[in-house]
């Protein structure tokens, strides 16, 4: 069974920038397609970004599109959430969650594991 621990987050002024980390241990997670998720105070779990196996292909939600980007390093078993242009809206627990599959998805049911989750908080 695989464990992911995300890091990174925290406090962060809006239009500025925070670099979320998802280490993975357990098994390799570099067969494996990798999703961000996040949870807005008081609302449901949200799909941000996914990246494939590999890194050959990513898909993100459109409120992020062109302000984050994930990528992966599969020799560290690390994949990354960079978050540029911030806003209010993106704040809320950020959890990574790794599937039993190469390709992307955005449905949480499409995804096995999850981490913990980190709080990202943005400031107006």
């Known amino acids: 069974q695989v464990q992911l621990v995300e890091s990174g987050g925290g406090l962060v002024q809006a239009g500025g920038s925070l670099t979320l980390s998802c280490a993975a241990s357990g098994r390799s997670s570099s067969s494996f397609a990798m999703g961000w998720f996040r949870q807005p105070p008081g609302k449901e779990r949200e799909f941000v970004a996914a990246i494939s196996a590999w890194g050959y292909n990513t898909y993100y939600a459109d409120s992020v599109k062109g302000r984050f980007t994930v990528s992966r390093n599969n020799a560290k078993n690390t994949v990354y959430l960079r978050m540029n242009s911030m806003k209010s809206d993106d704040m809320g627990v950020y959890y990574c969650?790794?599937?039993?599959?190469?390709?992307?998805?955005?449905?949480?049911?499409?995804?096995?594991?999850w981490g913990q989750g980190t709080q990202v908080t943005v400031s107006s």
């Open positions: 969650a790794q599937r039993s599959a190469a390709s992307v998805a955005t449905s949480m049911n499409d995804y096995d594991d």
